[in-house]
């Protein structure tokens, strides 16, 4: 979880009452109200844990935390900390991690989430030497976390700025990167009460950012610590595309049939995706890969299909003949891509969409529902017409029909989604040599 989702309940209404109350919003006065809000937040966290499972898993997470952190890192090791909000984030500094552990293996990984989503996923990643949650961002947490860890640099993953981490690193001269960032207007840091949270920026090495966009904002605010590198999950979806593991199940479902796939769809793509479906179940396998795959769930997707189904784990011979087949497990998406002819990502009804990257990388056209904005590279694909997006079942048929019928347009619908990706990678390379020119290499003069 960003610092932005954190204060999202507080701002703007936060510093207009410091500034009644105050006077002024001078340094002193923010930072009282963001480790206020930092108490709050855990406070809440554990009065809802007993009831809420992501809570719960939030507090457990990080009991005995200084602890644990003891047993792994000894006084000595050399240290790169990497901290990441959740999943997505993880997923983008998976790269950098793996170059940086090819480069110098002498280097132990600490690597820290604030979610339950990412933690609870990744806490056997093998490229780590510890993983865990991240304390609260009290002072004393994140004097005594990062005096445990002692890292040489540290690398933030995106959205992430922790106000008292950012602080000790800088006090203690320990540089603080981030990577994959990506900055928009409307953000706090370029707010009227925003001067506490840009100064944090000013305490970073090197800012890399994914546009060229989010450099004007930050140099037209005065923050010129920054680098254009791009975003990381391109190198990442190709790293994943490159040993995707064969899945026979699904090849053989397939057949000789084209084949669309529903990644992460949630219960309104669903709706509309299985209207088409159902009035024109010929015309491709069908395959969901639902968000959620608890039994409930499947149970009402399976519900929405007037032909016939059968989900992953029970697919065999006698259901070969069904036309849809419904993925209830996790773990495959990004290979089961690779056989499909045409995909659409979920979420684009929700918060936004997911992963698009994933399936764009096998040279395969995405639709996706209209909360896109936020996503640079569905905007991008939108206008290089790699991927369309639909808010009806009148758009959904009229993009399926589209595709199906004019192959030339499919043709190149499809060259745009994968030389987009292969043209968008680097990200990882412009960043670790900037990581070991001026760090790693360092530390062995």
Not at 83 to 104: D, M, N, T, W, Y
Not at 114 to 130: H, L, M, Q, T, V
Not at 309 to 327: C, M, N, P, Q, T
């Amino acid at each position: 979880m960003s610092l932005s989702s954190l204060v999202t309940s507080v701002i703007p209404f936060a510093p207009l009452c410091l500034f009644i109350t105050f006077g002024r919003l001078n340094p002193e006065n923010m930072k009282f109200l963001y480790n206020l809000g930092i108490l709050i937040f855990s406070a809440a966290a554990h009065i809802i844990s007993p009831f809420n499972s992501r809570a719960s898993l939030w507090v457990r997470g990080r009991k005995k935390w200084a602890r644990k952190v003891a047993n792994s890192i000894k006084p000595g090791d050399r240290v790169i900390w990497m901290h990441c909000a959740s999943l997505g984030e993880f997923e983008q500094g998976r790269p950098v991690i793996e170059s940086i552990k090819k480069e110098a293996p002498e280097f132990k990984i600490v690597l820290t989430f604030f979610s339950p989503s990412g933690y609870e996923i990744r806490k056997n990643y093998n490229k780590a030497d510890f993983i865990s949650y991240l304390p609260s961002d009290t002072p004393a947490n994140a004097c005594k976390f990062i005096d445990l860890v002692n890292p040489e640099f540290v690398i933030f993953v995106k959205y992430e700025f922790w106000h008292n981490y950012i602080s000790v690193l800088y006090r203690n001269n320990i540089p603080l990167y981030l990577i994959s960032g990506i900055f928009r207007p409307g953000q706090h840091f370029f707010k009227w009460y925003g001067s506490f949270f840009k100064d944090m920026l000013r305490k970073f090495e090197r800012i890399f950012v994914q546009d060229q966009r989010s450099i004007n904002l930050l140099t037209d605010n005065g923050i010129t610590n920054v680098t254009l590198a791009g975003d990381t999950r391109f190198d990442r979806v190709l790293q994943i595309a490159a040993t995707a593991a064969e899945i026979p199940r699904l090849k053989s479902f397939r057949g000789n049939e084209k084949m669309f796939l529903a990644g992460s769809s949630w219960r309104q793509d669903e709706e509309i995706i299985s209207e088409y479906i159902n009035r024109f179940p010929s015309r491709m396998k069908w395959v969901f890969a639902p968000h959620e795959i608890d039994k409930p769930n499947i149970e009402r997707l399976e519900k929405l299909l007037k032909v016939k189904s059968v989900r992953f784990s029970e697919y065999g011979d006698a259901s070969a003949d069904a036309r849809v087949l419904i993925i209830d497990n996790i773990g495959m998406l990004s290979s089961a891509y690779r056989y499909a002819y045409i995909a659409a990502i979920g979420g684009g009804f929700g918060k936004g969409i997911h992963n698009i990257l994933e399936p764009a990388c096998w040279g395969i056209p995405v639709v996706f529902g209209p909360r896109y904005e936020n996503f640079r590279e569905a905007v991008d694909l939108l206008s290089l017409k790699g991927a369309d997006t639909f808010l009806t079942y009148e758009d959904f048929k009229r993009i399926m029909d589209l595709w199906l019928s004019d192959e030339k347009i499919y043709t190149f619908s499809a060259e745009m989604a994968s030389k987009y990706v292969k043209e968008n990678a680097g990200a990882r390379d412009i960043i670790i040599k900037e990581l070991l020119r001026k760090d790693i290499n360092t530390a062995y003069s």
